[in-house]
């Protein structure tokens, strides 16, 4: 329990140990402070990754503060959902809040300050920024993909990376949904026709989508739900994904690529942006689809070969295209940004027939970005709050039920080390002059994070302990919460 006592003891800890703190942030001087979206509450149990019951205590669970809260720096960029926006300042985090992304040197001078950032699909976080990053603890990205992080060299950082796998699934589906009957009923081209005054009421080569076939590359997340919507609207589903994975309903998977594109009225992408998918689509992958098909790509720009894409439109090969995302994109909205400054082919492909262009607007719902906001923010506070790196997508999931109020003396220790032998025997012999409450520790290539609840420890002992993580040849990153 916080008593006076408790914060000017932490106070005093704080002062000596912030200078030699790896990360730069201030234990907490404010251990009483109450938080309200992450917190474990008394009656939450859940399951870790690895199906470990993580909580089952009745008693109230304690607030860790390992920082004076308004110490913590967050940079949030690319227009983030208010949602975040009142999580992270309801924890008392300074918030700097940008609706664009920021050219590399500002981003540079900016993320040497902060402890948190977050950002969309255009924000690049490269080795050369992450190498200024200082103090920099976790990435949230506000978006499924997290193909701008080089997630690798966060990890070595010691820097844990959070993203939203599902929230905006729905989104992307139904935007596909709605192109395929706008392709197949030639929708974009009559819009603009009418726009501009000319009335063109054709029938010919407009056709229902009932029937036709729909064939999915990437049957995860938004593959699947796409799948169901397809079928209930009258379509057959066929799909091809790198692993096995069970059809909805009556979809079929197909073993080869070829087959997906011979068989197919519609082919959609739903594809990581890996080395793998780069170009997946190209004049190769065009000669195979069937004369008069569509192409819909929502998933990443490099999946798709552009320029043979033109030629298969121009020469009638497809039908047409809705097209949402590309190798290069702008970094904010405006007039003229689609240029061919930016993808040399621009002028070209704006100026076919039937292709559907959106500004990677697949996500974009109130619905998908509230709901995000909260998801990502969410994860971000309970790293830096709890240690919990549940969600992380380049780092070791670890997590341990919460300390509770009655609980007093005890500290949280956070080790982010190398995935090394002889880690656990040296920081097991650190411990040993107190009593490990609790300890989980896994790994993930080559780093390892390992959580540790130590009891009977007091100001001295906490300094103590994290001088002497600190010092181990392993450690990455060392933090402690109480
Ligand atoms: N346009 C948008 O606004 C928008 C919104 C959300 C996601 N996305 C993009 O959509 C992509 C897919 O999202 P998701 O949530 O469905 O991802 P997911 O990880 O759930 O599914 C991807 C599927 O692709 C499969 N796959 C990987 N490599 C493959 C290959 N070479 N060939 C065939 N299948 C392969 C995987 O096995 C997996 O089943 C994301 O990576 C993201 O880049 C775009
Ligand atoms: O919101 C964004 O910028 C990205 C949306 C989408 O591509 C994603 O990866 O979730």
């Known amino acids: 329990m916080a008593s006076p006592q408790n914060i000017v003891n932490a106070a005093a800890l704080q002062k000596d140990i912030v200078d030699s703190f790896s990360t730069s942030v ?43 809260t308004g110490d913590v720096k967050i940079l949030l960029l690319e227009n983030v959902n208010e949602t975040a926006i009142e999580i992270l300042k309801g924890q008392g985090y300074q918030v700097e809040f940008h609706k664009t992304s920021l050219p590399e040197d500002e981003l540079i001078e900016k993320i040497r300050d902060v402890h948190a950032i977050g950002i969309r699909s255009k924000t ?62 030639q929708i974009g ?51 091809y994904d790198v692993l096995m994975i069970m059809g909805l309903g009556t979809a079929k998977q197909v073993s080869t690529l070829n087959e997906l594109l011979n068989k197919s009225d519609f082919v959609t992408l739903h594809v990581p942006e890996i ?25 990443r720009g490099t999946v798709i070969d552009i320029p043979a894409l033109i030629h298969a439109r121009k020469t009638n090969k497809i039908a047409g295209a809705a097209i949402d995302v590309y190798p290069n994109e702008p970094a904010k909205n405006g007039a003229d ?10 002028t070209e492909l704006t100026s076919l027939s039937n292709i559907i262009l959106t500004p990677h607007i697949g996500g974009s719902t109130e619905e998908a970005q509230s709901a995000i ?18 969600g992380a997508v380049n780092f070791p999931e ?21 995935n090394v032998p002889g880690v656990l025997r040296t920081v097991n012999e650190i411990f040993a002059q107190h009593n490990i409450d609790k300890q989980f520790s896994d790994s993930r290539g080559e780093i390892a994070y390992l959580m ?10 906490r300094k103590s302990l994290y001088q002497q993580l600190l010092q181990t040849p392993f450690n990455i990153s060392t933090r402690l919460l109480y």
């Not at 989508?209 to 209930?232: D, M």
């Open 26 to 68: 201030t234990i907490s001087s404010s251990p009483q402070q109450q938080f309200s979206y992450m917190s474990s509450s008394p009656t939450n149990s859940f399951m870790s990754p690895t199906g470990r019951r993580l909580s089952t205590s009745c008693a109230p669970a304690k607030a860790l503060k390992p920082f004076s």
């Open 124 to 185: 690049k976080l490269t080795p050369k920024i992450l190498a200024e990053a200082k103090n920099l603890v976790t990435i949230g990205c506000f978006c499924i993909g997290t193909n701008q992080v080089d997630l690798e060299y966060a990890a070595e950082k010691g820097i844990a990376v959070f993203n939203s796998p599902f929230s905006n699934s729905r989104s992307v589906a139904e935007l596909v949904i709605a192109e395929i009957i706008c392709l197949s009923r």
């Open 189 to 239: 081209d009559r819009s603009i026709e009418l726009h501009t005054g000319t009335w063109n009421k054709v029938s010919a080569r407009c056709w229902e989508i009932r029937g036709k076939t729909l064939g999915i590359i990437g049957y995860g997340h938004i593959g699947s739900q796409l799948s169901v919507l397809a079928e209930s609207m009258g379509m057959q589903v066929i799909y």
């Open 275 to 299: 080395a793998e998918t780069k170009n997946m689509i190209s004049t190769e992958q065009f000669n195979q689809m069937k004369n008069g098909s569509y192409l819909i790509n929502a998933s």
């Open 337 to 346: 940004l689609f240029s061919n400054e930016l993808n040399t082919w621009a």
């Open 373 to 390: 906001g909260v998801e990502v923010s969410t994860s971000l506070v309970k790293y830096i709050n709890e240690g919990s790196s549940v």
């Open 398 to 418: 670890v997590s341990l039920r919460s300390l509770t109020l009655d609980q007093d003396n005890h500290v949280r220790v956070l080790y982010i080390h190398k």
């Open 452 to 461: 540790a609840d130590i009891s009977d420890v007091d100001q001295a002992d």
